[in-house]
């Protein structure tokens, strides 16, 4: 079995005659096109203290509280 996709061969198994496709044509060209235009990127997120993105729900209910308190002056 191999252990890297490359060793694998470029050429798909041949089809049994009467096999029924999962995807069309049509399908795949879709793909590739959607594929393209969602490439990866790098990103740099906050992370807070407490290991979740920021801001946590903790930081966001907090905020939500000092503004409260802040209107109410």
Do not use: I, N
Request: glycine share 4%.
């Amino acid at each position: 079995m191999p252990d890297r996709p490359d060793d694998q061969p470029s050429e798909p198994a041949a089809r049994r005659p009467g096999a029924q496709r999962l995807v069309s044509e049509q399908d795949v060209e879709d793909a590739d096109d959607t594929l393209f235009a969602h490439p990866p990127r790098v990103v740099r997120r906050w992370v807070c203290g407490c290991g979740m993105d920021y801001p946590c729900t903790d930081v966001l209910f907090a905020r939500l509280v000092k503004a409260t308190a802040e209107a109410d002056k």
